[in-house]
């Protein structure tokens, strides 16, 4: 079973930056893609970005691409979310997800394992 911890969310203004952390423990961090996803207020989730095991290979939804960065540092079980240029349609609880695949960009129904989110509040 792991576990993950979502930190790093809070109240930034429009073009500001945040850098989302994600700490996994319970399970053997390299052998799991990791994704971001957001959920803001009355929407679905919604894919933010992947990246596979060995952090060369990321994926991301077209809305982030040039602004968010999702990297991972498997000696500390943690995957990051850089996020810069934040808008207002930001605003939404992020969530961290584990996945034993290897495909490139796997469904977000197959995801094995969920943080509980941070929040992150983008203002005008």
């Known amino acids: 079973q792991v576990q993950l911890v979502e930190s790093g969310g809070g109240l930034v203004q429009a073009g500001g930056s945040l850098k989302l952390s994600c700490v996994a423990s319970?399970?053997?961090?390299?052998?799991?893609?990791m994704g971001w996803f957001r959920q803001a207020p009355g929407k679905e989730r919604a894919f933010v970005a992947t990246i596979n095991w060995s952090g060369i290979s990321g994926y991301y939804a077209d809305f982030v691409k040039g602004r968010f960065t999702i990297s991972r540092d498997n000696a500390k079980n943690t995957v990051y979310l850089q996020m810069n240029n934040l808008k207002p349609e930001d605003t939404a609880v992020y969530s961290c997800?584990?996945?034993?695949?290897?495909?490139?960009?796997?469904?977000?129904?197959?995801?094995?394992?969920w943080g509980q989110g941070t929040q992150v509040t983008v203002s005008s």
């Open positions: 997800a584990a996945i034993l695949s290897k495909a490139k960009n796997p469904p977000m129904h197959e995801y094995d394992y």
């Open positions: 319970g399970g053997t961090f390299s052998n799991y893609a």
